[in-house]
């Protein structure tokens, strides 16, 4: 477009008087003719047509563009076009994003708040921002929120509002919005009564809730979320909240099968923090009820905290380690959770984990990925490793300093060897790409 428009502009200034230019045949100005007007048709294009290109632009490409013509400005105000709006509230001048101007948020809600189905706060660290999306929130009296999403960019300044004030915006969404489907809440006053008026409201749409770092959220809420809403595929939820009776509630032959539960395993206070057990016999109920469930953990613990985990099977299928884990542990993960299908560790207090990367790989088949960084590995074990998975490793993210060398490999011999068995091109990592 842009080419086509250089041309047009260095042939009117061909013609200009200034310069005499050789006598043009009938064909060339007919060539002429037809680029001016598709240039100037670009006002008359279709409304769908104009609305599928403002979806690609930016909120300010897209007002930019609206004053360019009265029909693009109409395309402007189409529903369709304020289905999915983010409100970025900031109070501080060195934020790295925006915050989105207020007349257009008076505008949206006197225009659009009807249209919008997918909603999502990004607030910055100052009290002052999350009360002004509670602010708004209050006012979704007229919405139908399919999708609703509170985001803490860094400090979780929602903590900040009075929880009344926080609860009873949030009640205006939960009550008028008839159709949530999902709803992603973190670091936030939420509590378990404003999640049974969510139940009484939605219970029929409820598809997927996300919540975590939600203090005054029991395992009592959670658990009247699971007995009535039917249509649950995804949760994730702080370990704190997890229990014997969710997990049984969640196995009930009234309840649709869950398809994903993520679990956050976060210590705040290293050796403080007693962590209790789930029984095998809750997780065996889950996976009978629901076979096909991705259950994803995430550990952000000190050595002494793991001292509950994986004596017992574990049905997890995805594991993340954002801090160090002992050779203990992960002996134990290679022991006692037969459904791992992904393994991620970020640091293991510089032991090697030769035997017990081996171990994984030669008891579990559905293994597919692995990331290691801040880890200690012989050349020798990870050429075994991958030897015993084969093919089907589809992602192998190791840091280069990882690797240690032996009597058998050095780093520059073990491309090849790992090549080989992946059927694929492979190179470690200089940095960590999970």
Not at 77 to 100: G, M, V
Not at 224 to 232: E, F, K, P, S, T
Not at 293 to 315: A, G, I, S
Not at 417 to 434: A, N, S, T
């Amino acid at each position: 477009m842009k080419r086509n428009s250089l041309s047009v502009v260095n042939k009117i200034a061909q013609f200009s008087p200034a310069v005499k230019q050789p006598k043009l045949g009938f064909y060339s100005c007919l060539n002429q003719a037809h680029m001016y007007t598709v240039l100037l048709d670009w006002g008359n294009l279709p409304h769908h047509v104009v609305l599928c290109i403002f979806q690609y632009l930016s909120l300010i490409d897209r007002a930019q563009a609206s004053s360019v013509c009265r029909r693009w400005n109409e395309v402007f105000h189409i529903p369709d076009l304020w289905r999915k709006f983010e409100f970025e509230l900031n109070q501080s001048a060195t934020s790295y994003f925006k915050s989105t101007h207020p007349d257009l948020i008076q505008q949206i809600l006197k225009k659009h708040a009807a249209h919008l189905h997918y909603v999502s706060f990004k607030v910055d660290s100052s009290t002052e921002s999350a009360e002004a999306a509670c602010d708004i929130l209050s006012q979704l009296v007229n919405c139908s929120i399919q999708t609703l999403g509170l985001i803490s960019t860094t400090k979780p300044s929602f903590m900040n509002v009075s929880k009344s004030h926080f609860v009873s915006a949030l009640t205006v969404v939960f009550v008028n919005s008839k159709s949530l489907s999902s709803i992603k809440i973190e670091d936030t006053p939420v509590d378990d009564p404003s999640l049974k008026i969510l139940v009484a409201n939605n219970s029929d749409t409820l598809r997927l809730l996300k919540m975590s770092s939600c203090p005054h959220v029991s395992s009592d809420g959670i658990l009247c979320v699971a007995d009535h809403c039917q249509g649950l595929k995804e949760l994730a939820l702080d370990y704190y909240i997890l229990s014997d009776e969710l997990l049984l509630a969640l196995s009930s032959e009234t309840h649709v099968n869950l398809e994903h539960l993520r679990i956050d395993v976060v210590g705040e206070n290293p050796g403080q923090v007693q962590f209790h057990s789930i029984k095998k016999q809750s997780w065996d109920a889950l996976t009978k009820h629901s076979p096909g469930v991705t259950v994803v953990m995430y550990f952000f613990l000190y050595e002494e905290e793991f001292e509950t985990f994986f004596k017992e099977e574990t049905p997890v299928t995805h594991l993340y380690f954002g801090r160090a884990v002992s050779k203990a542990v992960v002996g134990r993960i290679g022991l006692n959770c037969p459904r791992l299908i992904e393994l991620v560790v970020c640091a293991d207090g510089l032991q090697p984990l030769d035997n017990e990367l081996i171990c994984i790989a030669e008891h579990y088949k559905n293994l597919t990925a692995l990331g290691l960084s801040e880890c200690e590995v012989s050349c020798s074990a990870l050429i075994e490793f991958v030897r015993l998975c084969g093919r089907r490793l589809t992602q192998l993210s190791i840091m280069e300093e990882v690797l240690i060398p032996d009597d058998n490999y050095n780093l520059d011999e073990i491309h090849t060897e790992v090549c080989k068995y992946l059927g694929r091109i492979w190179f470690p990592d200089v940095m960590p790409v999970w």
